[in-house]
């Protein structure tokens, strides 16, 4: 990967946008938060997999001071389903991922 955890002075990170390494650093995002959701919603559920599909979708850019907004939309049960979402930026780079969680039988 070309990203690192280097720091400057302030103590930010240094990794600047590539679009080149994009895919693969979003693959790996989704793939950490899908292990840690199933991995928590199995604790939850007694050693069972959770009955939940789940639905990622993440996505990065360079940060330019600029606005991003994201938005999506779904038919859902407000009692079973849910949705979570985390944001990074250092200055220079922004990551957005949201998780979908819809319960079937």
């Known amino acids: 990967m070309a990203y690192t955890n280097e720091r400057n002075a302030k103590g930010r990170l240094t990794w600047v946008y590539d679009s080149l390494d994009a895919r693969d650093v979003i693959q790996e995002i989704v793939a950490d938060c899908q292990k840690k959701v199933v991995a928590r919603m199995t604790a939850d559920n007694f050693d069972q997999k959770p009955r939940y599909k ?4 993440a996505s ?3 940060n330019h001071s600029q606005m991003v907004r994201n938005a999506s939309r779904c038919l859902w049960d407000p009692a079973e389903d849910g949705c979570a979402s985390a944001t990074w930026t250092n200055g220079r780079v922004y990551a957005v991922a949201t998780c979908f969680a819809l319960y079937y039988e």
């Open 54 to 57: 789940l639905v990622f979708i």
């Open 60 to 62: 990065m850019g360079e």
